[in-house]
Structures are given as structure tokens and as C-alpha cells.
């Protein structure tokens, strides 16, 4: 198979960023999907490189041009992928890091346009229980109780979820995950 989407989505704390980076990495080939955002840059982001940073008219623009495969408004932003984002990179496979919510909205994008279905892989990535991911987050050091219950109670949602993508990596260590993804990756290449 060439030109693979790969979705991966797991709960906060489940590794996905890192073992995704570590693949982009690893392989030229391989490249994270730029989303789209009409919220400003924060710090040190760059347009083209951590989102394509749209004004809220231009957003809304591209909206009513269909250049979206998928867009939300969040607290009065827009987030989304643009179809040039997935079809203006067909010599690279590409990595998009979503939510379980979004990876359900790619599986529909898959029916319906065949150009992404055929390129589409779902992956969900997650610890075997709660008490290894709460371990993680808390051991972060980045987000406040309040924060790691509310991702706690999401995560128990997401991992509902898990029956539905391609392919589930159970999360060990980052090196034994990483090694799976790259098994992975590399099966679905030689296809």
C-alpha cells in the first residue's frame, strides 16, 4: 500500500505523540498532517509548521468553498483538515494525531471519498487500565488534578472506543510501543 493515512488517537498520556514523532523521525517519508486553526499563533508556532494559522473569515471562507474534509468550532475557533493538507502530500505517508471523536469522523470521511479509504489505517494506542495512565499523567508534572480527573473521565469514554479502529497498541514501554508502530508501519508498506 502506498500513501497511508495513518490515524492515531488514544487518551492524554498514552504515549501516541511521542511514538508518532519517533516514526516522522525515523522515516523521511513520514510526515504529521498541518491542521487547520483561526486561533492565533501561541509562543513560538509557526504558520505551516504547528497549524495553518487562518483568520476566522478566511476559515469560514474555505468552509463554504468545501476545502475541508472535517472542521469543529470550538469556543468560537475553528480546528480542521484541509483536503490539501491530505492530497498536496501524495509522496508521503502521513500521521494525523486526533481525538477518538475525530478518528470516528475520518472512518465516515473513509466511505465516502475512496481516495482516503483506501489510504486509511485507524490505530488507538492505550495503557491496559486506568491506574497506568493516571500514573502517567500525574507523572508529567504538566497538568493539575482537577485537569487529570477530567482527562481520566474522558479517557474512560475513549477506551469504549477501542473495538472500532484497524489496530490497537497496548502500551507498555515507549521503546516496546514504538517498536509495535514501526511493525506496523512497515506491514502496511509492504502490502
Partial sequence: MNNLLLVISGPAG????????????????????????????????????DYHFLTKDEFEKSIKNGDFYEYAQVHDRYYGTSKKAINDTKTDDLILIIDVQGAATWREIAKEHPEIG??????????????????????????????IDRRMKTAVEE????????????????DEDYAELRKIYLDLKAK
Fill in 159 to 174: 477506551f469504549k472506543q477501542a473495538d472500532k479502529f484497524d489496530i490497537k497498541i497496548l502500551s507498555k514501554s515507549k
Fill in 14 to 49: 498514552s504515549g501516541k505523540n511521542t511514538v508518532s514523532e519517533r516514526l516522522m523521525a525515523e522515516f523521511s517519508t513520514v510526515s504529521r498532517v498541518i491542521t487547520s486553526t483561526s486561533r492565533p499563533p501561541r509562543g513560538s508556532e509557526k504558520d505551516g509548521i
Fill in 118 to 147: 483506501s489510504r486509511l489505517t485507524t490505530i488507538f494506542i492505550a495503557p491496559d487500565c486506568e491506574d497506568e495512565l493516571r500514573k502517567r499523567l500525574v507523572g508529567r508534572n504538566t497538568e493539575s488534578q482537577e485537569e
